[in-house]
């Protein structure tokens, strides 16, 4: 049995209140809006990462005619009630509706800098956390996309499903996830890897000097050399061993100077059991 998730684009500000917006940049966010539910979508309905080619994800977003009031535009997110086997039966108890719910949340706020927890998600997918930090990533660009509505005759953008407000974007949001802050200076710490998807090299650190989890990807070849270094330290955190991963990377910072995201160059094993 499929269920609908309802989501709305609320338009405001400048030209949309008089029910219009610059169609090329106002219909080009719209695109990278719908890009978003289709890579949530596609992973809740599928238990895989999916962002180039045909993938399941694509074909469950419908979208409606942009109606007055300021500018209200209405996508249809189809999903199966009950989310891929695959992901666990963490996910399955929790439910695809609100799997999805929680996982659209997670990716704006941790693109747009802001705090995010959310226990139920975490339960959910609690073996799949490499998964969401590579969700993240990938929704990162679209999100970006999202936000050239604004300025194009429109100020604010509710994101809502139901009655709820998940984010509202404007020109501030716009700033932040538009500006990356890259310092190529190599950094080594030691670190613990909560979360590393093994395919994509995508995933999380946690930095004690900072006190807070950090994204990571690394290039292609670094993934070929270090996969095996950030699984063990993937498996050593799931353990609660004192073991933990050296690594070295250039770092890419938010806009005001926060680390956004660690660019791996180098990894090994420190071993202290």
Known sequence: MSIIVPYQLRLTGGLADRHRFEAYDGYSGM?????TLSLVS????????????????????IGTA?????????????????????????AIKLGSRELFNA??????????????????????????????????AI?????????????????????????????TLDQSTKDYVNLDVRDDTVICKEVTVSAFNANSGYGSVFDFDLGR???????????????????????QYASRTPNRVHTCFTTINFMDGRAKRYQIVQASRIEKT
């Open 31 to 35: 695109a990278g809006f719908a890009r």
């Open 213 to 235: 989890n950090v994204s990571f990807q690394m290039t292609r070849e670094n993934l070929q050399k270090y996969r095996r270094v950030f699984s063990w330290g993937l498996d």
């Open 66 to 90: 942009p109606r007055e009031g300021s500018v209200l535009t209405d996508f249809l997110i189809q999903l199966d009630d009950l989310p891929a086997h695959i992901l666990g039966a963490g």
């Open 103 to 136: 996982l659209l949340a997670r990716v704006f706020s941790q693109n747009l800098g802001d705090g995010y927890a959310d226990n139920r998600l975490e339960d959910a997918l609690s073996s799949k956390r490499g998964d969401i930090e590579t969700l993240v």
């Open 139 to 167: 929704t990162e660009a679209p999100i970006r996309q999202t936000h050239q509505v604004i300025s194009a005759g429109v100020g604010k953008v509710n994101v809502v499903t139901g009655s709820r407000v998940i984010k």
């Open 42 to 61: 596609n992973y809740v309905e599928t238990g895989k990462i999916r962002q180039r080619g045909d993938f399941e994800g694509r074909h469950s977003i």
